[in-house]
């Protein structure tokens, strides 16, 4: 069973601030089976980036996915308002489809 | 516009039962996969089953094996998660979410979700 580990638990910034968001797998995992969300509070999860690096429909440019192997990174320039949030890494290669715990984005 | 409407949450003892049901539309339904995700009060989410688009193959998280159903009605465009057993801890918001062509898929589109609480 592959375990996903997201640093950090919690980063603090400031609107405009660049965030750099890291998801690390127990075992490697395909690229093209890693999977980016953002759930903001009271909502439903959304989905980012599909495949690592791939944008979802909607997500804007300033986040942009990377990674392979085992360490995989979330980058967010220049936050807004809408950007805090929790974040979620997640493999989808091999069963069970694990999420990481997530890391959570707040207003400093 | 892709729509997921989960229903069928609510109170149950431990030891109880539940079925959840997911009704989409906006797709084509029989071509794609399935999945439910949950979330604990307060905590991350959790994956806990998927089912492919025919609904033939099916896979479960560990905690929930042994327990839990999933299924799909391609005629009804609606798929389920026939929970048995509940426990305390599966107490959570249930999500249920569209995947993509193959079983090996991530979640494109989710439901507002429903709650499910076990108690006594």
């Known amino acids: 069973e592959i375990v996903l580990t997201q640093s950090p638990g919690t980063l603090s910034l400031s609107p405009g601030e660049g965030a750099t968001l890291s998801c690390r797998a127990s075992?490697?995992?395909?690229?093209?089976?890693l999977a980016w969300y953002q759930q903001r509070p009271g909502q439903a999860p959304r989905l980012l980036f599909y495949g690592a690096s791939t944008r979802a429909t909607g997500t804007p440019v300033r986040f942009s996915g990377s990674g392979s192997g085992t360490d995989y990174t979330l980058t967010i320039n220049r936050l807004e308002p809408e950007d805090f949030a929790v974040y979620y890494c997640?493999?989808?290669?091999?069963?069970?489809?694990?999420f990481g715990q997530g890391t959570k984005v707040e207003i400093k | 516009e892709v729509q997921l409407v989960e229903s069928g949450g609510g109170l149950v003892q431990p030891g109880g039962s539940l079925r959840l049901s997911c009704a989409a539309s906006g797709f084509s339904f029989s071509d794609y996969a399935m999945i439910w995700v949950r979330q604990a009060p307060g905590k991350g989410l959790e994956w806990i089953s998927v089912i492919s688009g025919s609904g033939g193959t099916t896979y479960y998280a560990d905690s929930v094996k042994g327990r839990f159903t999933i299924s799909k009605d391609n005629s009804k465009n609606t798929v389920y998660l026939q929970m048995n057993s509940l426990r305390v801890e599966d107490t959570a918001v249930y999500y249920c979410?569209?995947?993509?062509?193959?079983?090996?898929?991530?979640?494109?589109?989710w439901g507002l979700g429903t709650l499910v609480t076990v108690s006594p």
């Open positions: 075992q490697k995992v395909s690229s093209i089976y």
């Open positions: 997640q493999q989808y290669g091999d069963s069970p489809w694990a």
């Open positions: 979410a569209k995947g993509g062509a193959i079983i090996r898929t991530f979640c494109d589109y």
